[in-house]
């Protein structure tokens, strides 16, 4: 992968990033997707933030090599710190990290959001965590998708901006939109997960110690509902 040939994970989030954005991709590590949306006149100017000294050199070397210190600002900040004000940033994307570490970098840095922003947002995990501050902080979900590559599954979610919105718990945990859906990729990864869920209570059996109740409920809960999803 590079700035040239995105991975179809990456490229399912650019296709995401509203047309003429003023995109902040934080945690860009290499640079690669700003990079390859302002080559391809996709967005107006970016920044890229990373927090790492490595992959933010990286990044400003993907920006130099391909000529884009004018439209493409690579800062070395944690998380959100990477944008200020006069940035005039329109849309948000943060990927390949933990749900929980997303929702993370979005609390630290919420301040420094308008809320005009759209958010693309692609969990390794974590999912629900990340869904349930979306949803404390009135973004609503207006897209989401499953992909599955190289033997992982990975979502994207997509929210922005709105008066007040309300999940159940089971929309938290699948997704409200993906639980319409029901895509090949969306019940396959459920599927296995719900193989995960039962091989996990088996285990609980077995152990010698045992296991807190509250684990049990939680696990037995998740395998509950995977099952009436599934039915």
């Known amino acids: 992968m590079n700035e040239h040939t995105l991975s179809m994970r990456l490229e399912r989030v650019a296709a995401h990033v509203p047309a003429g954005a003023r995109l902040a991709d934080i945690g860009s590590d290499h640079g690669y997707l700003p990079v390859a949306l302002a080559r391809r006149g996709a967005i107006i100017a970016a920044v ?8 933010y050199q990286a990044a400003q070397r993907t920006v130099r090599d391909n000529g884009l210190e004018d439209r493409i600002t ?16 329109t849309a948000v994307s943060i990927c390949g990290m933990g749900g929980e570490t997303i929702r993370d970098i979005l609390e630290a840095g919420k301040q420094l959001l308008g809320g005009h922003e759209r958010l693309v ?18 973004y609503r979900i207006i897209c989401e998708e499953v992909l599955r590559e190289n033997r992982f599954d990975y979502e994207i979610i997509v929210a922005e901006r709105a008066e007040s919105v309300s999940y159940s718990a089971e929309q938290l945990y699948f997704g409200p939109l993906l639980m319409q859906a029901r895509s090949p990729a969306f019940l396959f990864k459920w599927q296995r997960m719900l193989r995960q869920k039962h091989q996990t209570l088996a285990n609980f ?25 599934l039915a």
Request: avoid cysteine; proline fraction near 7%.
């Open 48 to 55: 890229a933030g990373e927090v790492a000294l490595t992959p």
């Open 74 to 89: 690579v800062r070395h900040a944690s998380g959100l710190a990477a944008i200020v004000p006069n940035d005039g940033i």
């Open 121 to 138: 947002l692609q969990p390794n995990g974590g999912e629900q965590a990340l869904r349930h501050w979306l949803m404390d902080n009135d």
């Open 205 to 229: 059996a077995r152990a010698r110690q045992p296991v807190p109740e509250e684990k049990v409920r939680d696990i037995t809960r998740q395998a509950q509902w995977i099952t009436e999803l």
